[in-house]
Structures are given as structure tokens and as C-alpha cells.
């Protein structure tokens, strides 16, 4: 049973949800693809700006290319959502461990903090890929780098396909009060934010190749929720919210979980109840208005999740403590790796400013 202990009025996810929500405003079938040559190490409006510890494993020259993928149309640059062969299956959270979805929120007066298993409340899909299943093809294909479950140095998994996914030690503190900075923050970790649900969002980027960078969607297949796993631990990308429940359908959307640096993470409509465009939204993915925010209106930073890339968090507005806001072993050695590609990234200790 999912545990959600939340202080004042914050979104209370049901327990054992698995159906999906779909608004008028959010079903969508196109996504807008990372433009073709964008650096991940600029800070720019509808872009990616990585910390330099990823340059341990992307080239700090690196530009992103547009995938040839079946689903991609490289005219417009679009992720065609309707010709995407994705993860096939339906497991929730129990089908992994018996006690389900477990996500713990609580406050301290300093910090915001979170204890769970890293399982959603969302479906998903059936990991290890199966053999003979549209997305086979392309995990097969990927590398999986390193198992965690065979220790150190142990081996590596035979492809992306063999990745499964199991329940972990997620714990984060994130700042209760987060302060808003004029300078941008550059991401220096895979995870980037919790969902409500229970799970992460990982920055945007995967590769095909040691030079060969893209949107992870654009390039491997994902699970009806957007969601697959490395590592064993499961996370979000792209169209993560298709899944999440209590949308509504008018007005702001609702909080649908917190970033690193302690700001919340916006379902997709604005004030005016419409999807909002990267155009309206500063570098990070994020603007400041009126949200509700423990259980007032308040007028702050906030990011949102849409249909353009990076679709969520593309750099910080805050100040990102790593040693707290990836509390855990688990969080720490299994989760700075980048998609499709061995490697362990160093957690930067400190405030990240």
C-alpha cells in the first residue's frame, strides 16, 4: 500500500492508481523534439545545461542529432506518439513487491523530505523487454551497462533489454523554502526531480553511441507511461504526466511533484487552462505566477511539464544540495549513469551553485 504522508494541501495521490488520465488538454500525440546541434552544456530556452561532471562521460562538445527512428519526423522534428512501438505490459508496483507503491512526505520546517521505494502509482511496463515485443528490437541493441545487483565489480547486463526493475532506497531533502537565483543551475545528476507518484524524472538526454547524443524518447522506446528503467530504478521522461491522476481539466494545472532545488513541478496548463509553450517559459522550463503551494496561493518560480522539449526540467533555479537531495546509497551509485552508456558519474558534494 502506498504510504503519502503530506503536510497542509498537497496533492494526494490515490493508493494503487494505475488507470490513465486522460484531460482534453494534455492528450497529445506529437512531441517537440530537441533541436538538431543543441548543446547540453548551455543554459538556453528549450535546452539542456549539464554540470561539467557529465563531461566525464559526454563530450563537452557534444551537439544532439535528430534520431532516424520510425516514430521521428525529421522535417518537423517531431516525436510522432501514435507510431511509437512502446514497452509493451501492465505491472504496477505490486506485481514487484508486495507492500506496493511507498512514498513518505514529510516537513521539518527546513526540509521537504521523502522516503520511499522509487515504484509508482502509474503502470508500467514489462521489464526485462521481452523477446518477440515491438520494443525488443531497439533495447537489444542498447548497451545496459553495469548490474548492480552483481556488486563490485560484478558485470554488466547483456543489452538494455535485460534491465529490469526493482524496488530501492529512495530518500531526498529538498530545500521546504527554495530561493529563486538569477543565475541559472546547471543539472549534475540523472534524477532531477520526484513525482508524486512515487518515482523520478531523469534529464533528458541518452546516446546511441560514445559521440551520438539525442532526446531519450526519440531514440528508445518507452512504457504507455514514459517511463523505463536503468539501473533497476525506474523514472520518467517526456510525456510522464499521461499517467498521473487528478489533472483536472480547467484553470492552472496541479503540482505533480518538486525539483532538485526544491520548486515545484507543474502539470502542463497554464492560467488560462491551455498548454503552455517553451515561449512562455525561461531557460530552466519554469516561470514565475500564481500556484497553489501548501495549501495557499502563492505567487513563485515554478517549473512546468509540456510537450516541448526538454518536457520538464532543463537546468535549476535554486540551489541543488546533491548529498541531500540524493539521500540514499542507491540514489547516489546507481543512478548517475547515462542511458545506454557504462559509466559512473561523481555526486558532487555541497551546494551546487
Known amino acids: 500500500m502506498i504510504k503519502h504522508t ?14 490513465v488520465t486522460k484531460a482534453v488538454s494534455t492528450d497529445i500525440t506529437t512531441l517537440v523534439n530537441a533541436a538538431d546541434g543543441l548543446s547540453p552544456y ?37 516525436v510522432d ?23 513518505v512526505v514529510t516537513t ?63 530518500r531526498m531533502q529538498l530545500p521546504l523554502n527554495p530561493q529563486y537565483s538569477r543565475q541559472p543551475n546547471p543539472i549534475s545528476s540523472l534524477p532531477i ?44 521522461h517526456g510525456y510522464s504526466w499521461r499517467c498521473f491522476p487528478q489533472q483536472g481539466t480547467a484553470g492552472h494545472s496541479p503540482l505533480f511533484g518538486y525539483a532538485l532545488d526544491g ?6 496548463r497554464g492560467d488560462d487552462g491551455v498548454m503552455v509553450t517553451n515561449s512562455q517559459l525561461d531557460e530552466c522550463h519554469g516561470h514565475t505566477g500564481a500556484v497553489m503551494w501548501d495549501g495557499s496561493i502563492v505567487v513563485m518560480y515554478h517549473y512546468h511539464l509540456n510537450n516541448e522539449y526538454p518536457y520538464s526540467v532543463g537546468c535549476f533555479r535554486g540551489a541543488v544540495d546533491y548529498d541531500r537531495a540524493l539521500g540514499s546509497a542507491d540514489m547516489r551509485s546507481h543512478a548517475h549513469m547515462t542511458h545506454g552508456m557504462p559509466g559512473l558519474m561523481r555526486v558532487p558534494t555541497g551546494p551546487f551553485r
Not at 6 to 19: N, Q, V
Not at 47 to 69: E, H, N
Not at 206 to 215: E, F, K, L, R, V
Not at 263 to 268: L, N, T
Open 193 to 236: 526531480g520526484i513525482a508524486l507518484t512515487g518515482a523520478v524524472w531523469h534529464a533528458e538526454l541518452a546516446n546511441a553511441t560514445a559521440t551520438q547524443w539525442y532526446s531519450p524518447v526519440s531514440i528508445l522506446p518507452v512504457d504507455q507511461c514514459f517511463g523505463h528503467p536503468y539501473s533497476q530504478q525506474y523514472h520518467y
Open 81 to 103: 506518439l501514435t507510431k511509437m512501438p512502446y514497452v509493451s505490459g501492465s505491472v504496477t508496483a505490486r506485481d514487484i513487491t508486495p507492500e506496493g507503491s511507498v512514498l
Open 263 to 268: 520548486f515545484g513541478i507543474y502539470g502542463p
Open 108 to 170: 521539518d520546517g527546513q526540509y521537504r523530505n521523502f522516503k520511499g521505494n522509487g515504484l509508482p502509482t502509474t503502470v508500467m511496463g514489462q521489464f526485462p523487454v521481452e523477446s518477440g515485443t515491438a520494443a525488443y528490437a531497439y533495447y537489444s541493441a542498447a548497451p545496459g551497462g553495469h548490474d548492480p545487483r552483481t556488486g563490485i565489480p560484478g558485470s554488466d547486463y547483456s543489452s538494455a533489454a535485460a534491465i529490469g526493475v526493482s524496488a530501492y532506497d529512495l
Open 6 to 19: 503530506l503536510l497542509a494541501a498537497l496533492l494526494i495521490l490515490a493508493a494503487g492508481c494505475a488507470t
Open 42 to 78: 548551455k543554459a538556453q530556452q528549450g535546452g539542456l545545461y549539464l554540470g561539467r561532471d557529465f563531461q566525464l562521460i559526454v563530450p563537452a562538445d557534444t551537439k544532439f542529432q535528430i534520431s532516424d527512428r520510425s516514430w521521428v519526423d525529421a522535417k518537423t522534428n517531431t
